[in-house]
C-alpha cells in the first residue's frame, strides 16, 4: 500500500475540503508592484485532498479510478493558466501555472481556488495590496501531519513599492527587493504582505 494510501484511509473528515488542493515540492514566484499588476508562477505538484481520502477507502479502483483522474484534471484544467497538468499518481498532479493580470479590474486573484488558497493577492477593506495565504483547519493540518503528509516548497516575491508589513523568512535588498518564504510544513503560519498602491 502506498504512503498517500495510508494517509487517505482514515481522512474521512476530509470530504468536507472538496475543492482543496495541496502544494508540495514547488517553487511559485511572483512579481507585485504597487500599481496593482501582478506575475505569477507556480512549478510542483497539487493534491487533491478528498480524490486522496476516496482512494484509500478503496471506494475508487480500476476504470472508476481512472475516471475521477480525468475528473480532477478537468477540473484544473478549467483555469487556462495551467499549461501542464500530469497525474502522478494517489492524488497527486504534476502542474505548471502562469497568470499575470491588474488586481485594480479583477480585485483578488487565489491560487488554486479562491476557497482554498495556497497564495492571494487582493485590494484589502482598507485598500492596501495584500498577498495572504489560507490554513487548513487545525485539526485536519494536525491529522496530515501525522499521518507522513507535508507541503514543501519555496515561495519568492519580488515587490516593488512600499511594504508596510510581512512574514517573510527572507528580504535580499535589490531592486526590486527579494522576499522569500521557506515552507517546510502544512503548519507554517501563511505568508503574508502588505503593500501601499501607488498614488
Not at 497564495?119 to 485536519?140: A, T, Y
Not at 507541503?151 to 526590486?176: C, I, K, M
Request: hydrophobic content about 35%; aromatic content about 10%; some cysteine.
Amino acid at each position: 500500500m502506498s504512503r498517500f494510501r495510508r494517509l487517505a484511509a482514515p481522512l474521512v473528515a476530509l470530504a468536507l475540503l472538496a475543492g482543496c488542493y495541496l502544494p508540495d515540492d514547488f517553487r511559485a514566484d511572483m512579481q507585485l508592484a504597487a500599481d496593482g499588476r501582478y506575475a505569477f508562477v507556480y512549478e510542483g505538484d497539487l493534491t487533491q485532498l478528498q480524490f486522496l481520502q476516496r482512494i484509500g477507502t478503496g471506494e475508487l479502483q480500476g476504470e472508476r479510478l481512472a475516471d475521477y483522474v480525468g475528473i480532477y484534471e478537468r477540473d484544473l484544467k478549467r483555469d487556462s493558466a495551467f499549461s501542464r497538468v500530469e497525474y502522478e499518481g494517489d492524488a497527486r498532479y504534476s502542474v505548471r501555472y502562469e497568470r499575470s493580470a491588474d488586481l485594480k479590474k479583477s480585485r483578488q486573484f487565489s491560487f488554486p481556488r479562491r476557497n482554498g488558497a495556497f497564495l492571494g493577492v487582493r485590494i484589502n477593506e482598507m485598500g492596501l495590496i495584500e498577498l495572504f495565504g489560507d490554513s487548513l483547519p487545525e485539526q485536519h493540518r494536525e491529522e496530515l501531519i501525522r499521518r507522513g503528509f507535508q507541503s514543501r516548497g519555496t515561495l519568492r516575491v519580488w515587490v516593488q513599492g512600499e511594504v508596510l508589513d510581512h512574514n517573510a523568512e527572507s528580504v535580499t535588498p535589490g531592486a526590486p527587493p527579494l522576499y522569500q518564504w521557506t515552507v517546510r510544513s502544512i503548519a507554517d503560519p501563511p505568508p503574508r504582505l502588505l503593500l501601499r498602491p501607488e498614488g
